[in-house]
């Protein structure tokens, strides 16, 4: 079968990674703001989030395109894993962008479905899938890296769920799988309190596979592991995977409907309004508490 992502015919470097080859994506799905490259001989591909002025803040945009670049992928025969990382020495996500999610209602929430795609592209994504993170990951950005296989990630990388303080609650996963990997006891300190963990911390915990120190690098550490898995079997892979998220994915689901309930919920209070334009306003927001 051939991939069904065609290359293009001269290797070109990605930002801040050189060495991959790059792929063209068809028609109406190119995107500036997602670049994606494949190390053909490791049979690795690497998906770099790439708005670095906006702290690879997730767009609209970036929300369809990144499962449907997933859903390439996952159909390209040249590709047996993946890494997925932000800007180096920079942000993998600072979580979703809050100026367009200030325009949304909850009615809008739900006719659009908003979260949903990028929640099934990544629980539908056959093939292992790593986070390489160095910098801030908070919000969506942090759900983002929980919803993928394994976490490597700078000792000084910053996770953090912090929608409580623009008013509304992590939507894309955050509340269920944080509170599965970390407890309901942590993950209630780390919510409720809009407070950030380190790498190092997180690997303690289990959630984050290395914590690597000043003198490793994230990508190179997290391309070894890629590298590795690729060369085994890919069905007997597929299917260990699959077998793994059994395990975590009984009762997931139905807590993923109710928190995107919750979430969307949000959006009709006064105080996500007050919350959000304080965050673009630069200043302490005064909620209502209404």
Known sequence: MQASVPLRSQATALPDFEGL???SLPAGQESNDLIVGIDRAAAVAVIQMNRPAKRNALSHEMMIQLPALLGELDRNDAVRAVVLMGTRKGAFSAGADIKQLNNLTTNSAHERKFLTNLNDGFESFSKP??????GFALGGG??????????YATEDAKFGLPEVSIGCI????????LARALGKHKAMELILQSQTISGKELAEHGIVNKACRGDEDVMVEAMKVATRIATFSRPVVRIAKEAVLTAENNHLNAGMILEKRL???????DDFKIGTQAFLD????????E
Request: a neutral charge; hydrophobic letters at 45%.
């Open 282 to 289: 630069k200043k302490q927001p005064n909620f209502k508490h």
């Open 129 to 134: 899938l790593i986070a390489a993170v160095e």
């Open 263 to 269: 979430y969307y919920m949000t959006f009709a209070l």
């Open 21 to 23: 080859e790059s792929l």
């Open 170 to 177: 992590p939507g894309a996963g955050g509340t269920q799988r």
């Open 142 to 151: 942090f759900e983002v890296a929980l919803a993928c296989d394994m976490i």
